[in-house]
């Protein structure tokens, strides 16, 4: 059985089709990568996942079996559901420590428990004890989209939502971070993937989905996607393509 399946998920805004009938599947266990030009629909569909800060106008939402749409973003968490964002989003007036608590405590961990996850996660990632006091403000570009990860982690998810985690980062970074989602998926985690940078893609992805005008533009085997000539168009045009 599939951990998450969509079966006709859309989202409008006005008469704008943001997400547009979208239908697909993602195995336990697997990296499945999200691919698409700017304006495709991508981060609207793991809001529709998430609830966070919107579930779909239509479709079903299925995760371990259950349906999940119109849930609130806390419930669907706690399910065991967790993502990051584009921006590599913290609370800067809050310690390194106090970020990931936060994601314990949002999924539903307590006291000792909750400081047990975020310590854990923190570790994980790459994050020293001397760190854990840090002002997250302080933090490099790379290092907040670590702890982000780790406030994410720190929820002890089933499946893990990234989006775009390579963005802004230099070549070693993003080698750093392949090697970290290649980690995360060895414990057992399922990822759902977007990124722009597909040799990230290419290296990791079991599965690849091509999103164009907020529909499934291509679906398969990543080598076999990133050769079919609509992708190709959607992302360098026409004359390209030919």
Do not use: W
Request: proline share 3%.
């Amino acid at each position: 059985m599939a951990l998450l399946e969509l079966d006709g998920v859309s989202k409008a805004f006005g008469s704008l089709k943001a997400v547009d009938g979208v239908s697909f599947k993602v195995e336990a266990g697997e990296i499945f990568g999200i691919a698409g030009p700017n304006g495709s629909g991508k981060s609207t569909l793991f809001n529709t996942i998430t609830g966070i800060p919107f579930g779909p106008d239509r479709g079903v939402v299925r995760f371990d079996g259950a349906e999940i749409q119109g849930l609130p973003g806390h419930r669907i968490a706690r399910l065991g559901l967790a993502r990051t964002f584009q921006r590599e989003t913290a609370f800067d007036g809050l310690t390194v420590f106090e970020n990931a608590l936060m994601g314990a405590t949002f999924a539903g961990s307590d006291g000792g428990t909750a400081a047990e996850a975020a310590a854990e996660a923190l570790e994980f990632v790459g994050f020293d004890r001397a760190d854990l006091g840090r002002s997250a403000g302080e933090l490099s570009v790379f290092q907040r989209k670590c702890l982000m990860l780790a406030t994410a982690i720190a929820t002890r998810p089933k499946m893990l939502l990234l989006d775009e985690p390579a963005s802004s980062l230099t070549k070693p970074e993003i080698d750093s971070s392949i090697d970290l989602i290649r980690r995360i998926a060895a414990r057992g985690i399922t990822i759902l993937l977007i990124e722009h940078v597909l040799t990230l893609l290419m290296s990791l992805s079991q599965h690849l989905l091509v999103l164009n005008e907020g529909s499934v533009l291509a679906l398969g085997d990543p080598r076999s996607v990133v050769a079919d000539a609509r992708v190709v168009e959607a992302y360098l045009g026409s004359r390209k393509a030919a």
